[in-house]
Antibody, heavy 119, light 107 residues
Framework: EVQLVESGGGLVKPGGSLRLSCSASGFTFSSYKMYWVRQAPGKGLEWVSSISSSSSYRFYADSMEGRFTVSRDNAKNSLFLQMDSLRAEDTAVYYC????????????WGQGTMVTVSS | DIQMTQSPSSLSASVGDRVTITCRASQSISTYVNWYQHKPGKAPRLLIYVASTLQNGVPSRFSGSGSGAEFTLTISSLQPEDVATYYCQQSYSNTWTFGQGTKVEIK
C-alpha cells in the first residue's frame, strides 16, 4: 500500500525550531520529487517546499525561504522539513505529498502533522 | 510568484445542480493547473491534473477545462459527498501556488 506518514509536530515557542519527518512506503521513493504543503487553521492550502529526487534542487515559498530546510534520505525512504525561527503564522497542519500518477501534481498525501507556535 | 484567484469563494447549490468554479492565473501557465478536493480532517485529494485529465478513481461528473490563464472545474451533477473545499494549483513554475479555495455546500 502506498503510504506517507508524517511525524514530529507539536507545540513550540516563537523563535523555536522543529523537525518534521515523513516516512514513505509502497513506492520507489527515490524516484520522485517530494513536497510539503500546509494549511493554517481556517485558511487554505499553501505550498511550502519541494525537493528533487536526488536532492539537487530545493524550492521554498517566499515566507519560508531562509527559515525552513527540506531534505531527504532515500536510503531510509524519508523526507524532512527543518523549521527554524518559527512564527505564530507558521501554525498549521503540515502535509507531505508526492506525485505518482503525474509529475505535475501530487496525488499521494500523508495524514498531516499539526505544528502550533505559541508562547 | 504566480497568483491564482478562484471564484466564487463559496457557493451553495442543490443536489443534481451543475457547479462551476473558476480559477484565473496572474500570467499564462499553459495547462499546468490541477484541482484538489479537501474535506475537513482528511488529506487533500487530486481530482484533475494538467487542466483536464481526470485522476484515476475520480467520478466522471468532475471535469476540468481551460488553458493560458483561465480554468474551470465543473461538477456536472452535485452530490452530497461533494461537499468540500476545492482548490486550483499551478505547477507551471518551480514555486507552486494554490488558489484561495472555493467552499461548496448543499442548499
Amino acid at each position: 500500500e502506498v503510504q506517507l506518514v508524517e511525524s514530529g509536530g507539536g507545540l513550540v515557542k516563537p523563535g523555536g525550531s522543529l523537525r518534521l519527518s515523513c516516512s514513505a512506503s509502497g513506492f520507489t521513493f527515490s524516484s520522485y520529487k517530494m513536497y510539503w504543503v500546509r494549511q493554517a487553521p481556517g485558511k487554505g492550502l499553501e505550498w511550502v517546499s519541494s525537493i528533487s529526487s536526488s536532492s539537487s534542487y530545493r524550492f521554498y515559498a517566499d515566507s519560508m525561504e531562509g527559515r525552513f530546510t527540506v531534505s531527504r534520505d532515500n536510503a531510509k525512504n524519508s523526507l524532512f522539513l527543518q523549521m527554524d525561527s518559527l512564527r505564530a503564522e507558521d501554525t498549521a497542519v503540515y502535509y507531505c505529498a508526492g506525485p505518482l500518477t503525474t509529475s505535475d501534481a501530487v496525488d499521494i498525501w500523508g495524514q498531516g502533522t499539526m505544528v502550533t507556535v505559541s508562547s | 510568484d504566480i497568483q491564482m484567484t478562484q471564484s466564487p469563494s463559496s457557493l451553495s447549490a442543490s443536489v443534481g445542480d451543475r457547479v462551476t468554479i473558476t480559477c484565473r492565473a496572474s500570467q499564462s501557465i499553459s495547462t499546468y493547473v490541477n484541482w484538489y478536493q479537501h474535506k475537513p480532517g482528511k488529506a487533500p485529494r487530486l481530482l484533475i491534473y494538467v487542466a483536464s485529465t481526470l485522476q484515476n478513481g475520480v467520478p466522471s461528473r468532475f471535469s476540468g477545462s481551460g488553458s493560458g490563464a483561465e480554468f474551470t472545474l465543473t461538477i456536472s451533477s452535485l452530490q452530497p459527498e461533494d461537499v468540500a473545499t476545492y482548490y486550483c494549483q499551478q505547477s507551471y513554475s518551480n514555486t507552486w501556488t494554490f488558489g484561495q479555495g472555493t467552499k461548496v455546500e448543499i442548499k
